[in-house]
């Protein structure tokens, strides 16, 4: 893949007391054929995130039409799973109403959080969401028994396919503790409850996490899958490409995906993470996060050649 990078193209200019810093895990949404909503976590000064929301032109996402005054999801209720922070898994739109599946975050006293995948509903074409459960529709399972974060669904002829990073590791790195997960895919009948998961991306060499996966259509009829990848041996935290014919086998091929980090002074420096594709008119672009997972805004590449 080869790509022409736009730069930042939002820098959070502190949009309130809910949202001092950041742009976590951006996801385009086609709003309507004008507008590219772009959901993602806004921290306030305490790092706690909340899903707001950025408008771009779809003749020119570059252009940045306007962004959301308030929280469009809020953190949960005291003692819920998600009572410390909301970010993105994605969004998609159903028959009468758009979903946002999302990732809810809690501290606990022994590790440093839980994180499971909640579900909001809109029935207003993305202005407001209401959750659709105070729990999580995927909870704690074997294997998945402090992170369980759906981050990419897809409606098929059967139903539903959903992939997900599971976790329930910790790994230590100069004294603080990183979470261990890997790529896991899903099936489902309605979009709410899922059969059992098998592993379809694993970590190798010196990685120790990798996760965030977001699965788009190719040209030639495969299926691509982005993902971000944290290595042991430095602070890499940067993006790569599996393909599939099925949706289930996946190869990495994290040589072909193109996007890596800029010069040094660029936001994206150090890090590279959560790319996200989308097309505006005939023109395909990926949205994603820089050095320190986003804390700057979000970058827009428009893609040349697949």
């Known amino acids: 893949m080869r790509w022409s990078k736009k730069g930042l193209v939002w820098s959070n200019p502190g949009i309130g007391s809910w949202g001092t810093t950041s742009a976590l895990t951006p996801t385009p949404f086609h709003l309507s054929t004008d507008v590219i909503r772009i959901f993602a976590g806004f921290r306030d000064k305490s790092g706690v995130s909340r899903i707001g929301y950025v408008d771009l032109a779809a003749t020119d996402p570059t252009h940045v039409l306007g962004v959301s005054e308030t929280p469009i ?15 993105l898994g994605d969004v998609i739109r159903t028959d009468h109403e758009i979903r946002m599946y999302y990732i809810g975050f809690q501290l606990v006293q022994k590790v440093k959080f839980l994180a499971f995948t909640g579900l909001a509903i809109s029935k207003d074409n993305g202005n407001s969401f209401e959750r659709f459960s105070e729990v999580p529709i995927l909870d704690r399972v074997a294997g998945a028994s402090t992170i369980h974060a759906l981050h990419s669904i897809q409606r098929t002829e059967n139903g539903w396919l959903a992939w997900a990073a599971r976790g329930e590791g910790w790994e230590i790195r100069q004294g603080k503790p990183y979470p261990r997960y890997e790529i896991w895919q899903m099936s489902s009948a309605d979009g709410l409850q899922f059969n059992q998961a098998q592993k379809v991306v694993s970590v190798r060499n010196n990685e120790y996490r990798i996760g ?34 099925d949706g289930i086998t996946w190869r990495r091929m994290d040589q072909d995906i193109g996007l890596t980090t800029s010069g040094t002074d660029a936001f994206d420096r150090l890090h590279l993470c959560y790319p996200r594709i989308f097309k505006a008119g005939n023109r395909h672009f990926a949205v994603y996060n820089g050095n320190n997972m986003g804390i700057e805004g979000f970058g827009l590449a428009e893609l040349l050649e697949w």
Request: aromatic letters at 12%.
């Open 73 to 87: 999801l809020e953190i949960g209720r005291d003692g819920c799973f998600d009572d410390n922070g909301v970010i």
């Open 212 to 245: 965030r996966p977001s699965v788009f259509k190719r040209p030639d009829g495969k299926l691509g899958m982005f993902y971000t990848a944290g290595y042991l041996d430095n602070d890499r935290y940067d993006a790569g490409l599996a393909v599939s014919d």
